[in-house]
């Protein structure tokens, strides 16, 4: 099946700094999503972005389907965006596979 | 509008227990998903109905585990003679077809003494 890999594992940032989070995946894929997952472990969705470039505030998105990679940009980081980040993404069969998240945590 | 609920939100069982989680997907849904994560790990597929019908159980652990859907829409997942290692935290999620973007209920977390 697909191997969908996260980096980094691990991050810590200062509040105020901004980040880069990257997602490779291993073949084509129909759809691909990315999700923060909060300290209570409610799953939120942040984009759906099969290719190409989005933003919602502070966050941007931007996928390459075509050199199987997506990246999730975070601006001027709060203490409210620690958590766990997952991409996930749609290949053959019905299911979501997800990558094994980046935990991030925003120091004050 | 509202989104996907799952119940209940916390269950703990005794081993060798059958347990039943129950979810409700966004109204109009017609696709709907189970997955499971154990502590710390990523999300692990279990199975996806398209209307009534499960197309694909090849994601479910084994055959303790079985799943329902009536009338496209309520959920419900069945553990039967439950093990320690099925405690976990049981996502539900839906979407309007196939491909489209999923969306999670906030989990059932299942804990087996």
């Known amino acids: 099946g697909i191997q969908v890999e996260q980096s980094p594992p691990d991050l810590i940032l200062q509040e105020g700094a901004n980040s880069t989070l990257r997602c490779n995946f291993s073949?084509?894929?129909?759809?691909l999503q990315w999700f923060h997952q909060n300290p209570w472990g409610q799953l939120i969705n942040l984009f759906y972005i099969p290719s190409g470039t989005k933003q919602n505030g502070r966050l941007s998105a931007t996928t390459v389907a075509t050199e199987r990679y997506s990246l999730l940009y975070i601006s001027s980081s709060q203490t409210t965006d620690s958590g766990v980040y997952f991409c996930?993404?749609?290949?053959?069969?019905?299911?979501?596979?997800f990558g094994g998240g980046t935990r991030l945590m925003v120091k004050p | 509008g509202a989104g996907v609920s799952q119940s209940p939100s916390n269950k703990v069982t005794e081993k060798g227990k059958d347990v039943e989680l129950r979810c409700d997907p966004i109204s109009g849904h017609t696709a709907l998903y189970w997955y499971r994560q154990s502590l710390g790990q990523g999300l692990e597929f279990l199975i996806y109905?398209?209307?009534?019908?499960?197309?694909?159980k090849s994601g479910l652990p084994s055959d303790r585990f079985s799943a329902e859907r009536t009338g496209g829409s309520v959920s419900t997942l069945t553990i039967q003679r439950t093990q320690q290692e099925d405690s976990a935290v049981y996502l539900c999620a839906s979407s309007l077809g196939i491909y489209n973007e999923q969306f999670f209920g906030p989990g059932t977390r299942l804990t087996v003494l």
């Open positions: 073949d084509s894929v129909n759809n």
């Open positions: 996930a993404v749609w290949n053959a069969g019905n299911m979501l596979t």
């Open positions: 109905f398209q209307g009534n019908s499960a197309p694909d």
